[in-house]
């Protein structure tokens, strides 16, 4: 697709766990983010998730496929474009006491990238743009967090930190690996509510990984949600639709089983009893489509055979399940 | 000196373990002196667990960390009550602080806890757990009162098997051995829904993190607890591996008989499985309602705040607000109620002085908020 910003092609990413024996984290991913995008990445534990997140940044290389940025694959880029790409692209983590040099002041951590990228010629510039990041973050008054050390803030204050350090470059791109799940829950929304509004001012787009479906859907609200199982996608549609109206088994197993916080709602929902309750190992996965020995929909002789491809809906919805693709086409006929 | 002097089992209090230090109160009521003879079931809606008055401060380079803040709430017997907050809020010190598990530099200050006894036969009619001794507390701890601890890999020994980690309870509690024990313990992993014959000669590390956290939950039941105490236990847990556990816990509930504490930062645990839900912040119950008043009723302000601030899957985007600020630094506590910097109805008085936890319309739901009445209106909630 033209003018996508991030372009992942057919990514695989493979892990040698012992001799001989490989798993594959992520398998043939394919996914399109535009400038200014949002898109969530859901999924348990193991699916894949943060490895497609760490392929995106650069901090792994794909064993196999193409990561493109603007266009252009980033394993041949050259010094200038690599440059950019580093820049452009920026990644939050999950975990704020881990991220931070414990022994930088939160002025020395945001003003060494601005000096390093040459953004700031004087120290008073520094100074200036500093306080106007952390401003951006919703670190007010900044003047009195510029010599504070990572242990004298909150988790919450440490990750508006990350973000304000990742914004020192003027990225494109942020990928925020479950950023707030580290973060008290009251909270949470503010902090989304500040990279929403940094979205909006700086047209920045944003792959924010998380496992709660709830929060992916508020933040992704004008966005997409991707669903991942056992590394690959199975999923992908605009987020409310998604949360709405699932059509894969998994995302409608997945959407079922979520506890939520409203007593009413959550103990009249109808939950899909799945046909096996444990998760497959990723050293030993299923034949055909790897969700088949849980799923209620499955055809034997099909789904035990083949492996479904993602296939695009005219809703605007892409799902890998034969089952499923089968249905539309006879509702369309 | 002590009520508990009654009870056979038990050895004087001269021989209290020195640490952690649960001297009484100074001018706290003696416990009422229930002869050990009464061990009759107690009415529904009676406590099984009291906690009256209860602090507990941990000491650290900068001064006492106040994580629990003279908290007074029965356990009733056989409800699934749930403590939620931020963390820090003081929820699983106060967990720690009934089965008397607080690390060496906690200070139990002020307060009681007192268990009133088994309605099996030889239980105890009413003990005060503070002053238990090590062989009562030994007793106490897993025939009374169970806990299952957050990180469930860590739980067990690894080098065991999961039918020797049962054994060693079993043995150090004088319960069934043998044939017996297996037969009784293969019949509660039926229960939490898991294989007997797999897991019972399974190591921990060959067992999935739900099946680890289930395994868990089927030990701190072997000795029939009237009391089990669980500390997050779905977090860190996948999904559909949550939904089991939740549905395995809501499933003991109605066939066995006994009280759940949960505690949980996730809301969602709390309205799926509590009756009732005690709010905490900055180590206090600033409200304790059934679980239908807590999440659509609410009446303190940091209650209606919390709940605003979590999500569901239906919840409309404008529907969503975070609470303003960060929470309280525990040592150094704002004065008047703990909550004021971050509420929007606070005034002189919330500064001056802190609010007790009260009864509002009924006895059921008690808050601790001098503005309870007008707080729904003030904040605009629905």
Known sequence: MAGSLIELKNITRSFHIKRNTYIQAVNNVSLHIQEGEIVCLVGESGCGKTTTGRMIVGLLAPSAGQVLYRGRDIAHLDEREKREYRLGVQLVHQDPYASLNPSFTIYDTMAAPLKRHGYTRSESATRGRVIELLEMVDLTPAADFLDKYPHQLSGGQRQRVSVARALTVNPSFIVADEAVSMVDVSIRISLLNTLLRLKEKMGLAVLFITHDLALAKYFAWEGRIGVMYLGRMIEIAPARQLVEQPRHPYTQALLAAIPEADPDITRHKRHIQLRSMDLPSLLNLPRGCTFHPRCPIWEAGLCDREEPELSQFRDGSAVACHVIRRQRAEELA | ?382
């Open chain 2, 1 to 382: 000196m002590n009520p508990n002097l009654d009870n056979p089992t038990l050895t004087p209090p001269s021989s209290l373990p020195a640490k952690p230090v649960a001297s009484e109160a100074p001018g706290a009521p003696a416990a009422p002196a229930t002869p050990a003879v009464t061990i009759a079931p107690a009415a529904p809606g009676a406590p099984v667990l009291s906690i009256d008055g209860l602090s507990i401060a941990y000491q650290a380079k900068r001064g006492w960390v106040q994580a629990v803040r003279e908290v007074t709430i029965d356990i009733r017997r056989g409800e699934a009550l749930a403590l939620i907050g931020e963390s820090g809020s003081g929820k699983t010190t106060l967990g720690l602080g009934i089965v008397r598990l607080l690390p060496g530099n906690a200070r139990m200050n002020q307060g009681r806890i007192t268990y009133h006894g088994a309605a099996r036969s030889g239980g105890p009619a009413a003990l005060n757990v503070l002053e238990l001794n090590a062989r009562g507390l030994r007793q106490f701890r897993w025939q009374e009162c169970a806990m299952v601890f957050q990180a469930a890999l860590n739980a067990f020994n690894p080098v065991l098997r999961v039918s020797e980690q049962f054994a060693d309870t079993a043995r150090a509690h004088g319960y069934l051995q043998g044939r017996e024990l297996a037969e009784r313990a293969k019949e509660l992993f039926r229960l939490v829904r898991l294989e007997p014959e797999r897991v019972w000669n399974a190591y921990p590390h060959e067992l999935s993190g739900g099946m680890r956290q289930r395994v868990l939950i089927a030990l701190a039941l072997l000795l029939e607890p009237q009391l089990l105490i669980l500390d997050e236990p779905t977090t860190a847990l996948d999904i559909l591996t949550q939904r089991n556990i939740m549905d395995v816990l809501k499933e003991l509930r109605t066939r066995l008989d006994f009280a759940m504490v949960f505690i949980s930062h996730d809301l969602s645990l709390a309205a799926e499985l509590a009756d009732r839900v005690a709010t905490m912040y900055a180590g206090k119950v600033v409200e304790l309602a059934d679980v239908y008043t807590t999440f659509k009723n609410p009446h303190h302000p940091y209650t209606i705040g919390l709940i605003k601030a979590v999500p569901t899957l239906t919840t409309h985007k404008d529907h969503v607000s975070s609470i303003p600020g960060s929470p309280p630094d525990l040592i150094n506590m704002p004065t008047g109620c703990k909550f004021h910097p971050r509420c929007p109805l606070a005034d002189d008085r919330c500064r001056r002085e802190e609010p007790p936890l009260k009864p509002t319309t009924g006895a059921d739901h008690q808050v601790a908020c001098w503005y309870w009445k007008s707080a729904r209106q003030m904040l605009g909630a629905q």
